[in-house]
């Protein structure tokens, strides 16, 4: 048994995950042996009784109201033990502790933003503490997105206008995927994320510290990270080759066309524009799609990425 | 056997033997010839071959599409296509497959040809009507083909909102082409309600009704009641994005959810539109080739009723992550184990009827125990993703796209594709090779599973559907998955190859090649242009294989029609009277 879930699931890395498992692990077995008799039943009969000649005689059997009732009531028994099995491990995964650590999520096409009770804002990067409960607050900007850590069990729909919500407890330190798993666009399968569980103490130091790291950084050194870690790259490539969105590369001073503005030459103005309100020019051939980075950076952020941008040629 | 009571009301028919004509002459296919007169044709056999070449044409096509998704995950990321046009390639291989090929397969090809022949009629109650349906599916399929040339579409085959409200290309159209395709589904199963009501040949009791009858009727009534549903929604949606009337978008105060409701609350009835003929289907075919009474008739008959109803409760279970209440998950979860019973129950039957029976493994029959093994998985793992908490973490990754893919393609097309080979020599009066026939179907079944048990692997380790990229540790998966369909699409290839031949050069058939005790073999193959030279009368169940032959070939020779009042054979009576 612990040899098929290791195959078949992801490692347990959340409280929630031991009572998903073993639910799991139950319906594949008690399928299998189902399965295995079925199969036996269809191949047994398709040779033993295979017909011998055109003049066979089959007995006349209706019905066997013992025989019925046994194949419709025990799988009635195994159903609901199934039923109540899943309902359990729902209630603990809807059920969030009331000392739960909270962290906003807001997921936009194609990034997830994880605001901290700091003020510091981390783009695709969550961090938690490990063994402490952390309850998600999430709503989306644009389309609906869902939120999926195979590690840890969990999902759930982010939607625009509305606040859902999901918990979970890290049982060990480390990293985890997460994905977007509500079809959301051309860079759905793009919009993933890390989750990273720290020691408790560690959390504590990161959450102060985060974000003066960048201040021993040159602005290009500083924008090349910023891109990277605010999802830039997802949709804008640095060697030329063509995403969702336009290439940073060879971007600085080019002659941009757009699908309805006049031309303007790319300059610090048009990228912080384009940073902050991204719909106020569209680039010709590409679609409107862009999420406004207004509140995620900050003007140092944005004179770093200009920065770096300019060393792209 | 009747007391004085009852055999007053009995009136007494004289009945005769006759034994269907070998090797017609004159049948259907050669009478009332020529494109205009094809294409204007009332017969419910003509309008359910013209249904045959369409879904085949969407099968292709959708197949096609697969093959090339397929290919595309060869490798994370770009492998030939870009990330759009796999979006529009996924969205249209979906929609294709569903409205195109799955809803309209059993009930309107196969189902029109067939449901008038079991029932002695010589046509549906509503001939223009079903002629109409056709048409009507034609234009919804034009719509929908402008559609992808004129933009494309990339939502996914469910327009989930609001980003289907939001997204560029043409959504407007191809919602419009499957709005007007829902009518045609939605006259297709009242013609078939009324003429199973209306026309049954004298001694077709509900208790002697054909299973795929059974089956055929609980469909009728959710197409009747579900795409209605179906209709609304996506006309709402229309309005939403032509007139920005504020329904299912949140920037224009509606709600997203609630667009899911009104979808799954047809598109879950649905899943069972195109499942319950199938096990109508499945039904006639294990009877006939085990040559035995069904087990359990009134079981099978009835769950397939049981399940058309439950099923209009269970929508909510595609959306336990989107946020309705947790008392509705609930709700919603217990009602979607329920459906598996009666599901259960039929397995069992089926398996009860080849206890003891005189199996003959010709291709049909093969169909049939591939749809029990892959129809049995689908089943399985449905149940698993009902397990709420389960669910929550399988929720939109591969697992649920092999479980419907088992249940779709593992059981709906294996059901069809043994209706197909079953009725294929009345359709045509044509054999095929039966060599050919079994290859492919191994081949299919090969491949099939190549392709999607890989898929509730990657499932379960998280791989999340809809994806162009994925990280690096499913690529092995992906890649023989990839294997498994190109071995799937060859056996459809040699598939292609061996029913063409047998159209051309085929061997011909005689007009109950399986020995079968239904009545639409007890009439030439092909069959004459109005079904039955004679009025047939039915005494007895049409799986009684204990009884001779000679009691399944009666009729009524002269003018009289056998459909007024109180009419009732008796079953001395007709005895007597045999030739």
């Known amino acids: 048994m612990n040899k098929l879930s290791e195959f078949m699931l992801p490692p347990a890395k959340s409280t929630l995950a031991a009572e998903t498992d073993a639910l799991f692990n139950f319906i594949n077995v008690t399928s299998l042996i189902l399965l295995i008799g079925i199969t036996i039943a269809i191949v047994f009969f398709s040779w033993k009784y295979r017909r011998r000649s055109e003049n066979d005689v089959t007995p006349v059997i209706t019905h066997n109201s013992k025989l019925e009732i046994t194949w419709s009531v025990i799988p009635l028994i195994l159903v609901i033990i199934v039923f109540g099995w899943g309902l359990s491990g729902y209630v603990n995964l809807t059920t969030v502790p009331d000392d739960a650590y909270e962290i906003r999520v807001v997921g936009k096409s194609w990034l997830w933003e994880f605001h901290y009770e700091t003020g510091h804002v981390s783009v695709n990067e969550l961090h938690v503490p490990v063994d402490r409960p952390v309850k998600l607050i999430m709503s989306s900007d644009d389309v609906i997105h869902s939120f999926y850590i195979p590690d840890f069990r969990i999902k759930r729909d982010v939607l625009p206008n509305r606040y859902s919500s999901v918990w979970f407890e890290a049982t060990e330190t480390g990293e985890s995927v997460i994905f977007c798993t509500e079809y959301c666009g051309m860079a759905h399968s793009d919009m993933l994320a890390t989750t990273i569980v720290h020691e408790q103490d560690e959390f504590e130091t990161w959450l102060e510290t985060a974000g003066s790291a960048d201040d021993n950084l040159s602005p290009v050194e500083l924008g090349e990270q910023l891109v990277t870690r605010n999802a830039c790259t997802t949709c804008h490539s640095v060697d030329g080759s063509r995403l969702q969105g336009p290439s940073f590369q060879a971007l600085w001073g080019s002659e941009r066309v757009f699908e309805d503005a006049e031309n303007v030459t790319a300059d610090e103005n048009y990228i912080r524009e384009s940073i902050l309100e991204p719909q106020a020019k569209i680039v010709e051939s590409y679609d409107p799609v862009m999420p406004p980075y207004a509140g995620t950076l900050d003007d140092r952020q944005i004179d770093a990425i200009i920065e770096y941008i300019k060393t792209l040629e | ?579």
Request: aromatic letters at 16%.
């Open chain 2, 1 to 579: 056997m009747a007391t004085e009571e009852s055999t007053a009301n009995v009136k007494r028919v004289q009945v005769k033997r006759f034994k269907p004509e070998e090797y017609p002459e004159k049948h259907y296919l050669n009478q009332e010839t020529g494109l205009w007169a094809w294409m204007t044709t009332v017969d419910h056999k003509k309008i359910g071959l013209m249904y045959l070449m369409s879904v085949a044409f969407f099968f292709f096509i959708g197949g096609m599409l697969a093959l090339l998704i397929r290919t595309e995950l060869l490798t994370p990321a770009r492998t030939f296509m870009d990330a759009d046009v796999y979006n529009q390639v996924f969205t249209l291989h979906g929609a294709i497959m569903i409205f195109f090929f799955l809803i309209p397969s059993v009930p309107a090809a196969l189902g029109n040809f067939i449901l008038p022949l079991q029932l002695g009629a010589k046509d549906v109650a509503f001939p223009r009507l079903n002629l109409a349906s056709f048409y009507i599916y034609v234009i919804g399929a034009l719509f929908t083909i402008t559609a992808i040339f004129t933009g494309g579409v990339d939502t996914g085959w469910t327009f989930y909102t609001p980003y289907s409200a939001t997204t560029g290309g043409s959504v407007m159209m191809m919602t419009l082409g499957v709005f007007i395709l829902g009518f045609s589904s939605i006259l297709t199963g009242l013609n078939f309600i009324v003429t199973i009501h209306k026309l049954r040949s004298p001694g077709i009791t509900w208790n002697r009704l054909p299973l795929n009858l059974w089956g055929l009727y609980a469909t009728s009534i959710i197409q009747i009641l579900a795409t209605p549903v179906l209709a609304i929604t996506l006309l709402l949606l229309t309005m939403e994005r032509a007139l920005g009337i504020g329904i299912f978008d949140p920037a224009l105060g509606g709600d997203p959810v609630l667009y899911q409701h009104f979808f799954w609350f047809y598109s879950h009835p649905a899943v069972y539109i195109m499942i319950v003929p199938g096990f109508g289907i499945i039904s006639e075919v294990i009877s006939t080739f085990s040559r035995k009474v069904i087990f359990g008739y009134w079981a099978i008959a009835l769950s397939s009723l049981a399940i058309a109803f439950i099923g209009f409760l269970v929508w909510g279970h595609h959306m336990f992550t989107a946020g309705q209440s947790s008392l509705a998950s609930m709700v919603f979860s217990f009602l979607t184990f329920l459906v598996g019973i009666p599901t259960g129950i039929k397995i069992f039957n089926w398996l009860a009827t080849m206890y003891r029976g005189s199996i003959d493994m010709k291709t049909p029959m093969l169909y049939a125990m591939v749809f029990l093994f892959l129809f049995t998985i689908g089943g399985f793992t449905g149940i698993m993703l009902g397990a709420l908490a389960v669910d929550i973490h399988l929720h939109d990754t591969y697992y649920v796209v092999a479980h419907f893919h088992y249940v779709m393609m593992g059981g709906m097309v294996m059901a069809f594709l043994a209706g197909l080979h079953y009725w294929w020599p009345k359709m045509f009066g044509k054999m095929y090779s039966e060599f050919w026939a079994k290859i492919s179907c191994g081949l299919v079944f090969i491949g099939f599973n190549m392709t999607f048990l890989p898929q509730f692997i990657m499932g379960a380790q998280g791989m999340p559907r809809r994806y162009f990229n994925y990280i690096d540790q499913f690529q092995s998966f992906h890649q023989f998955s990839t294997m498994g369909a190109y071995v799937m699409g060859i056996g459809f290839f040699i598939m292609a190859g061996y029913l063409l031949h047998s159209l051309m050069k085929g061997k011909r058939a005689t007009a109950n090649p399986w020995g079968s005790r239904a009545l639409e073999w007890q009439t030439s193959s092909p069959a004459p242009l109005h079904n039955f030279e004679h009025t047939p009368v039915i005494i007895n169940g049409p799986y009684d294989y204990h009884k001779p032959m000679s009691e399944f070939q009666l009729g009524i020779a002269t003018s009289h029609n056998g459909h007024h009042g109180n009419e009732h054979v008796s079953h001395t009576e007709s005895k007597t009277e045999q030739v």
